[in-house]
């Protein structure tokens, strides 16, 4: 048995902030469990341009979803078990979370969210980050931006985070060193610096939790962890428990710890101790279409991450955040086209364009105690009432063809290959579409916070969990609602704001 003042569950994005900054206090002890071994000596979690190396391999949960009834069943969706987690297996691209987003939040009950209250956060993160410098701009995708900007009426941007900005192309302000291209994930940035200073600081690696350990009050005391070896024991928590599993194995732990849906509790064979409805509901995803071209040679292979331009867009100017975040890949991921039986030509480029603000919600849920049983994920893709994803996707596609049909690009393109020139009307181009999106690892929301009298809410507003008292979540899946723009710099505000909370309380 291991105790601590507080006790983090879960080493990835969110969780190495939230350790690293409540041990700054040195009259505490902070545990963090990590379910996977430490990213410092591996050179694939560092260069922000293997980001897909740490992907399907051996660092990857590799979730999949039951099928779909309207999107694509063949996702993989990665959650990476090493230290930084995603953050060390994305693209970086880093964007302070939109106003209007954060507005949201405040309107859905997340009180003290609001952006006077958040912005400032962004300041305080440890994480370098930098428009992408001249010697990391990719020649071919320069053109795409300047198609992009005719074709589609944008500004170029190089700044994205200066202003609240809401449309426009160029090259992203992403997450790295470019002298060295080291990510600036959260591992790297904080918690390998909090582990060489500071004693009271310790880090349980390939430690799993397996589930909560709560007292007869249902207080968090801790958490049943297996170690590599397979050996089990407790590590317990004097003052608080911090979850930071992420939108999948958050609300898993929750569910096999006994809090979650009574009746999905129950059919799993676990005892239920708090009855939390809301648990694993509320699964929010970017769901992403593709254009291909086949190009005459190979582009230039310059980048920082590959995939670090694009642009945003509004369908209507009265429109607060974009309702269109677009992708201009160096090198395009086209496994979901292949999959659905294109051939791909020798060359090819492409646009991915996805929907920034989704109406359709999915859950995930345990279906058995067992902790080694993958969670079912249905992330009920393109299900909204109204179909406003399908629409978006529709028009997010033929914004892609227009910047194809505009030059400089234009000159560069032999043919479309997906979705082809056979689909023209918008049923032909959301059947095709649908079939191959993918998902930009984005999932979201599935312990999100709310008001009191919201009985689907999981937390209240200081991330507390309802009716556990000594228990936080802070990652992703405390979103009410997904934001327009990747997500990852809100995860690390979020766990910023998480160790404020927690220090204020104490």
């Given amino acids: 048995m291991t105790e601590f003042d507080y006790l983090v569950v879960g080493g990835g994005t969110a969780g190495c902030i939230v350790a690293a900054r409540l041990a ?9 469990v990590e379910w ?29 979803s039951v099928p779909q009834e309207r999107g694509n069943s063949g996702i993989r969706q990665a959650r990476l078990r090493i230290l930084g987690g995603c953050s060390t297996g994305n693209t970086m691209i880093s964007w302070r979370p939109r106003r209007a987003d954060l507005q949201e939040w405040v309107d859905l009950g997340a009180r003290g969210w609001d952006a006077a209250t958040v912005h400032p956060y962004y300041g305080r993160l440890r994480t370098p980050i930098t428009p992408v410098p001249p010697q990391d701009q990719n020649p071919f995708v320069a053109g795409v931006i300047s198609s992009a900007s005719s074709a589609l009426g944008l500004p170029v941007r190089s700044a994205w985070n200066d202003e609240d900005v809401i449309d426009g192309t160029g090259f ?16 790297i940035c904080y918690l390998h610096p909090a582990q060489r200073g500071r004693a009271n600081l310790s880090v349980l690696l390939r430690t799993r939790a397996l589930r909560l350990i709560l007292d007869r009050g249902n207080r968090a005391a801790g958490a049943l962890v297996r170690a590599g070896d397979g050996t089990t024991s407790e590590v317990l928590a ?11 194995d958050s609300p898993r732990l929750l569910q096999l710890s006994g809090i979650g849906p ?22 929010m995803d970017h769901a992403e279409g593709i254009v291909v071209w086949e190009v005459a040679g190979p582009p230039s292979r310059v980048c920082a991450s590959g995939w670090d331009a694009g642009a945003l867009l509004r369908l209507t100017p009265e429109a607060a955040r974009p ?13 979901q086209v292949v999959a659905h039986g294109v051939q791909m030509p020798p060359y090819y480029v492409a646009i991915a364009p996805n929907v920034a603000k989704p109406r359709s919600r999915g859950r995930v849920w345990i279906t058995s105690a067992d902790p080694d049983a993958r969670p079912a994920i249905d992330y009920r893709y393109f ?24 030059e400089p690009l234009a000159a560069r393109l032999r043919r479309e ?30 312990c999100r916070m709310g008001a009191p009298d919201d009985g689907l809410a999981v937390l209240d507003p200081e991330l507390r969990v309802r009716g556990v008292p000594g228990l936080r979540v802070a990652d992703a899946s405390v979103f009410p609602t997904i934001p327009s723009v990747n997500p990852v710099v809100t995860v690390m505000i979020t766990a910023e704001r998480a160790a404020s909370l927690i220090r204020q309380a104490s």
């Fill in 262 to 283: 009574a009746a999905v509790l129950r059919a799993a064979g676990v005892d239920v101790r708090v009855d939390l409805p809301g648990v694993g509901e509320n699964l």
């Fill in 24 to 32: 700054e206090d040195p009259s505490v002890s902070v545990g963090l």
């Fill in 383 to 406: 299900t909204d009432p109204g179909d406003a994803d399908e629409a978006v996707l529709v028009a997010a596609v033929r914004a892609a063809r227009r910047i194809g049909d505009s």
């Fill in 172 to 187: 992203f302000e992403v997450g790295y060193r470019p002298e060295t291209n080291t990510r600036s994930s959260s591992s």
């Fill in 238 to 248: 004097r003052r608080e428990v911090v979850v930071c599993a992420g939108a999948i």
């Fill in 323 to 335: 309702d269109i975040t677009m992708h201009f890949p160096v090198e395009a991921w086209v496994d």
């Fill in 36 to 64: 996977g071994p430490s990213d410092e000596h591996e050179p694939r979690a560092r260069s922000l341009r293997r980001w897909a190396e740490m992907l399907e391999g051996e660092y990857d949960l590799d979730y999949r």
């Fill in 417 to 446: 290959v997906f979705p082809g020139p056979q689909a023209v009307s918008d049923a032909d181009i959301s059947a095709l579409a649908r079939a191959t999106h993918q998902t930009v690892y984005h999932v979201s929301g599935t």
